[in-house]
């Protein structure tokens, strides 16, 4: 299976530590024979948020992955971004704490991206 994944890397982003979700969705499916891309939105972000959403949209159109795993990114990533990968593959939003932000956010899943 051949995976782009967009977690975060550092834990809370604090270069001290590595987050969780970087392992669960990088190095576990790595580990079992998967091939694995990470994307870091957010550093790709920092330098600009509109060549990130094309790279993003590059990526994913001449990747053929059979999935995209996205932690939840609030309002980061743009509904028309993420309408365009699923295009090309399922685009999977994972949310590792979600129970702060169920009521505003996460709870109106309507278009099957959680909220986005």
């Known amino acids: 299976m051949r995976l782009l994944v ?14 969780p979700q970087f392992y669960y969705l990088f190095k576990v499916p790595e580990s079992m024979g998967h091939e694995v891309d990470f994307f ?5 972000a920092k330098i600009g948020a ?26 980061e ?6 309408a365009e990968a699923q295009k090309y ?8 704490d979600d129970e702060w932000r169920w009521n505003d956010y996460s709870s109106s899943a309507s278009d099957g991206i959680r909220g986005w």
């Open 50 to 75: 509109k060549h990130a959403a094309g790279f993003f949209s590059d990526l994913v159109r001449s990747g053929k992955y059979d999935a995209v795993f996205i932690r939840d990114l609030p309002d």
């Open 77 to 82: 990533i743009r509904p028309g971004t993420l």
């Open 6 to 19: 967009l977690p975060l890397y550092y834990y809370y982003n604090d270069t001290r530590g590595i987050e």
């Open 89 to 96: 593959c399922p685009v999977i939003g994972w949310n590792f």
């Open 40 to 44: 870091d939105w957010v550093t790709a």
